[in-house]
């Protein structure tokens, strides 16, 4: 593939066409400007946001969103913290209002010790907000089932977990994720949350995932912005690496040197 | 006068007030933020014309950082 084909290596959610195959949290950064480095230097052009209660005090809105406006990027708002789906709804219809977006990433959790989402309510929820307009991006769990359930009620996307968020431990279940992917292979499909290092990117890319969702290892990685320079290398060589074909593995070596004319050959025993 | 809970601090308003007024006279710049009431979304294009009951439970967001 020629770079000029790479270049054009573009993708689209919902319609609208990008060419980072990265999605960046805007979250637990040590500082505004470090975040708005970190995001930069990702190349991404979707950035995750939130709404929170606020006081008068604030003058309506924490001063890091005047931060992250000045980033240019798309905007794909959660529902971080929603336990129900008419908590998930209310929340998203606040989102669409201020953000001026049809997107939402709808996360509604099920457990508190991993953050597990509530595979039923993510899905009521789901069909709740694409009856009112929405273009959802389910944060979902590995299962194959619950995804077909999900793309069957109009999500155009689905995003399941490599790991719990925050926890950095890489993509836990690689056959499940593989397994939907086979399934599932006419939308994007993008691993959120648990990845930690540029490898596990590439390893998600590599298994036809489309993009990456992520923000804690960036964030709190040691060089934030060297991290999310090097998840911006791993982005493109995870896809390059699957648009190339990697070899069938085999289970006994193979000589890579031709052993025609090898010297010596008669004297062995 | 009614008690209601914004972002479950009790206030006292005047039952005459409309969601447009009670946020001006609380400090909110409207176009900033969004508002539910007992769970239920309000549109901004209902702030005039919407009146609080005794005992609302509202809540008043805006955008922060998220993952």
């Not at chain 1, 999900?150 to 155009?156: H, M, P, S, Y």
């Not at chain 1, 995003?159 to 994007?188: F, K, V």
């Not at chain 1, 060589?237 to 090898?262: I, K």
Request: net charge negative; charged share 20%.
């Amino acid at each position: 593939m020629s770079a000029k084909e790479l270049s054009q290596d573009s993708w689209q959610l919902y319609g609208k066409a990008f060419n980072s195959r990265l999605l960046v949290g805007t979250a637990l950064y040590p500082s505004p400007q470090v975040m708005q480095d970190s995001i930069r230097a990702s190349g991404t052009e979707i950035v995750t946001v939130s709404l929170r209660r606020q006081s008068p005090e604030s003058g309506g809105g924490s001063s890091m969103w005047e931060f992250i406006k000045e980033l240019g990027c798309a905007v794909l708002p959660n529902t971080a913290g929603c336990r129900t789906v008419k908590e998930a709804v209310t929340l998203a219809q606040m989102s669409r209002e201020i953000f001026q977006t049809p997107w939402i990433k709808l996360e509604v959790v099920g457990d508190d010790y991993n953050l597990q989402p509530d595979p039923v309510a993510t899905l009521k929820a789901a069909e709740q907000l694409i009856e009112l307009g929405f273009e959802v991006f389910p944060y979902c769990t590995d299962d194959l089932v619950m995804c077909q359930y999900l793309r069957d009620a109009g999500c155009k996307v689905l995003m399941p977990w490599g790991a719990p968020i925050g926890t950095g431990r890489g993509l836990m279940n690689p056959y499940a994720l593989q397994t939907i992917r086979e399934r599932i292979p006419d939308i994007p499909l993008i691993v959120d949350a648990g990845i930690g290092k540029p490898s596990h990117a590439v390893q998600a890319l590599e298994l036809g995932y489309d993009g990456i969702l992520l923000n804690t290892a960036i964030a709190k990685a040691v060089d934030p912005v060297l991290m999310a320079s090097a998840f911006r290398s791993a982005i493109e060589t995870g896809r390059q690496s699957y648009l190339a074909g990697s070899m069938p593995e085999r289970q006994t070596a193979q000589p890579s040197t031709p052993t025609v004319g090898t010297p010596f050959w008669h004297q062995s025993k | 006068m009614i008690t209601i809970h914004v972002n479950s601090e009790a206030k006292q308003i005047d039952n005459s007030s409309s969601i447009a007024e009670a946020l001006t006279a609380w400090g909110y710049q409207s176009e900033k933020i969004a508002l539910a009431i007992n769970g239920e979304f309000v549109p901004r294009t209902e702030y005039n014309d919407h009146y609080f009951q005794a005992g609302d439970q509202v809540d008043v967001v805006a955008p922060i950082q998220g993952g």
